[in-house]
């Protein structure tokens, strides 16, 4: 059987942002050879649990809100959006089902946030347009470019990228320069319990992806992540036209097929 994904649906009330952004985690994962099992937001407990106890790794998409600032200890920004607590919630949910069972984890934009939120970490809740548009939007398909640690994950998913559309590195010290897409307007501030940072925006050193520190223990449980990426960007609108995309949702699906084989 292909492992099972757990994607929750994006919003409680943006029903035109669910209808056009969840089909596209749902491609890229099946594409790649899982199954993409939507988790809605407002079902009976119980049902959400026996869903979520029936998937094999979780992928936490984007959102038009943002995380409630509360959660971290913070006043809300006035360009902050207003929370979705239903989002939350599942998110929750399935972050605590993850690391209690050690299912793998694919956080992507909002998802990323609110993963280092659960983690003990801050966001800045609002960012200048300037010198880099990190709003810029789905239209447009290359809004700048970040530098990834080469000693990461991420950068050995990176380096599928043709040579054209990739800066190698020089060296071993040197960071692989991607370029991607960018629709957000918060970024992660300071780093969640146990993860680290493994690229940032080129231009202005925004935090853009993190991944969980060599040998961290899970928050609760006692079994450690085989894969927990956080991204800020969107590869399921690049899955066509970007080889590190295809290979990021590849290599999550490998890992949730691992998982699902060795319980």
């Not at 929750?8 to 749902?26: E, I």
């Not at 936490?60 to 959660?71: H, T, W, Y």
């Not at 010198?131 to 810029?136: E, K, R, S, Y």
């Not at 000693?151 to 380096?159: E, G, I, Q």
Request: hydrophobic share 45%; glycine share 6%; with cysteine.
């Amino acid at each position: 059987m292909p492992p099972r994904i757990a994607i929750p649906v994006p919003t409680a009330a943006d029903f035109d942002y669910n209808r056009r952004a969840w089909p596209q985690y749902a491609s890229a994962v099946t594409r790649s050879g899982g199954i993409p099992v939507e988790i809605p937001l407002n079902d009976p407990p119980a049902a959400t649990a026996r869903l979520i106890a029936s998937c094999d790794a979780i992928l936490l998409p984007g959102s038009g809100a943002d995380v409630n600032p509360q959660r971290y200890g913070q006043a809300a920004d006035p360009e902050t959006n207003s929370a979705d607590p239903a989002r939350e919630n599942i998110d929750l949910l399935l972050l605590e089902d993850a690391h209690q069972f050690g299912k793998p984890i694919l956080a992507i934009c909002y998802g990323i946030q609110i993963l280092n939120v659960w983690r003990g970490g801050t966001l800045v809740q609002h960012l200048t347009p300037m010198p880099v548009n990190h709003a810029a939007g789905a239209a447009v398909s290359v809004a700048h470019s970040v530098a990834v640690d080469p000693n990461s994950l991420l950068a050995t998913l990176a380096a599928e990228e043709p040579a054209s559309n990739l800066q190698p590195a020089t060296d071993n010290l040197q960071p692989l320069r991607l370029p991607v897409n960018s629709s957000h307007h918060q970024a992660i501030g300071i780093p969640g319990d146990g993860l680290r940072v493994v690229a940032r925006s080129s231009e202005d050193g925004v935090v853009e992806a993190i991944e969980l520190e060599p040998n961290s223990q899970p928050a609760t449980g006692n079994l450690p992540l085989p894969f927990l990426i956080g991204i800020q960007w969107h590869p399921e609108r690049t899955f066509e036209i970007s080889a590190a995309s295809r290979a990021l949702f590849r290599r999550f699906i490998a890992a949730a097929a691992a998982w699902s084989t060795s319980i």
